[in-house]
């Protein structure tokens, strides 16, 4: 192989590096976010928002090496499949990232008056969540299309306890309106959990794509 070809090859490994670390950094701003919010803990929610930065510099230098090979490489077949799938789910990951931050925005405004321990279903969605981002991480590194349809199955039971969750908070503030204020933004959460697993779904429509050269509607 040629230098110019063993060089390319490389820069191609590097960007599945940076992906696969952009997915490491995503899921502890996850998983950091909903146990703030759990313990009530500003000062985790806190480093979320703070560490959010790490995420943003790594999704930009993501996006600068894909367009970088796109212009420089001329990739064909299945590289530049590759390539316009990194920079698809870049852009996904990089909108869990910011999902995250709102769930810390909002411990760190919260009064903490509605518990979210008495809303189990809270945590257990992100706990999904973060299931399913690995393995959409695993289907990415194996290039294994049929991995990434099945993490989408997780993605009805992550809409099954939306619903309850929503249900559960509306009785909370019907029963108690001085609660209103303090039992909205745990809508909010709970919408951006039940969002960022629709995007782990997008991950895995572009996976698929990268792989078998076609598209697939999943979510």
Known sequence: MSPYRERYRRELEVLKTDAEELVDQVDLAV??????LREYDVTKA???????????????????????LLALQQPM????RLIVATL????????IGDMAVDIARIVVHSKNKVHVKNLKNIPRMA???????AQANKAFKENDADLARETT?????VDALYQKVRDALLKIIGGNPDLIEDATPLL????????????????????IYMVEAKREHLN
């Open 153 to 157: 199955k997780w993605d009805y039971e």
């Open 77 to 80: 077949a299945k590289d530049l």
């Open 31 to 36: 998983a950091k976010s909903v146990e703030a």
């Open 127 to 133: 706990e999904i969540s973060r299931e399913m981002l």
């Open 46 to 68: 806190r480093d979320v928002i703070r560490d959010d930065q790490i995420i943003n510099d790594l999704s930009l230098r993501i996006e600068k090496r894909c367009m970088q």
């Open 188 to 207: 909010l959460v709970n919408k951006h959990l039940e969002r960022i697993a629709d995007h782990i779904c997008n991950i895995c429509e572009s996976i």
């Open 88 to 95: 698809k789910i870049g852009i996904d990951l990089e909108r």
